[in-house]
């Protein structure tokens, strides 16, 4: 089945620690996507990717990093410098930019 | 700034009945999309409809259609024959150009729609 995968569904932080979300797509889709959800909160852009070993900063990049080696890929690690991780981690693609982004299941971080 | 309003935090309808969640947006592109997008308690977004804004026709999915009204900048969406398994958030959504060339999706905060039995 083609679609977008994320993991873990759940993901714990100790305080210091630097955790990576993973996102993979087999749609071939060019441009990949990271977003988080905050209660009561639309989405806000992490990164996102419009092709492989490329990507730029969203909205909220501070405190987060990611990478884009693989098409198929782009995880995103929330670093010890974000200092309040806990939210709800959204990852999306799309053919390119100009096309309809599709989502992941999504991931939620908390922090021990 | 690039905004998307949606001044419904919660909207309730009964089963079978019709309700319209309202939206809008600024922009002074002349050319744009806008998205309605779903996220059931599973949270997964899922796509409801977009429209372009160089169609005048309004875009429709079976029970969902939008009301696009491009000079008052307003993006509303109808359910039609509400089902109980339309009750989820509801995301607007609107993709701008950004600095650096490429576009993203700008979304409001959200409408919580309950469908009652």
């Known amino acids: 089945d083609g679609g977008i995968t994320q993991s873990p569904k759940y993901l714990f932080r100790k305080e210091g620690q630097n955790v990576t979300l993973s996102c993979e797509q087999n749609l071939n889709h060019d441009a990949m996507y990271w977003y988080r959800q905050d209660p009561g909160q639309g989405l806000r852009l992490i990164y996102y990717s419009q092709i492989v070993n490329d990507f730029q900063k969203g909205d909220i990049a501070e405190g987060y990093s990611v990478s884009r080696e693989k098409k198929e890929s782009f995880p995103l690690t929330v670093t010890s410098a974000q200092k309040n991780p806990t939210a709800f981690y959204l990852c999306a693609s799309s053919i390119d930019d100009q096309e309809t982004q599709y989502f992941g299941p999504g991931t939620r971080l908390l922090v021990l | 700034a690039q905004t998307v309003t949606q001044s419904q935090p919660e909207m309730s309808v009964q089963e079978a009945e019709t309700v319209t969640l309202s939206c809008t947006y600024d922009?002074?592109?002349?050319?744009?999309?806008l998205f309605w997008y779903k996220q059931p308690p599973s949270r997964q977004m899922i796509l409801v409809i977009r429209?372009?804004?160089?169609?005048?026709q309004n875009a429709t999915e079976n029970r969902f259609s939008v009301n696009f009204q491009k000079a008052a900048k307003s993006f509303s969406l109808k359910i039609s024959d509400s089902q109980l398994g339309d009750a989820a958030m509801y995301f607007c959504?609107?993709?701008?150009?950004?600095?650096?060339?490429?576009?993203?999706?700008?979304f409001g905060k959200g409408t919580k729609l309950t469908v009652n039995p």
């Open positions: 922009t002074s592109e002349s050319d744009y999309y």
């Open positions: 429209q372009e804004a160089y169609k005048q």
């Open positions: 959504a609107y993709r701008i150009l950004t600095q650096g060339g490429s576009e993203k999706l700008v």
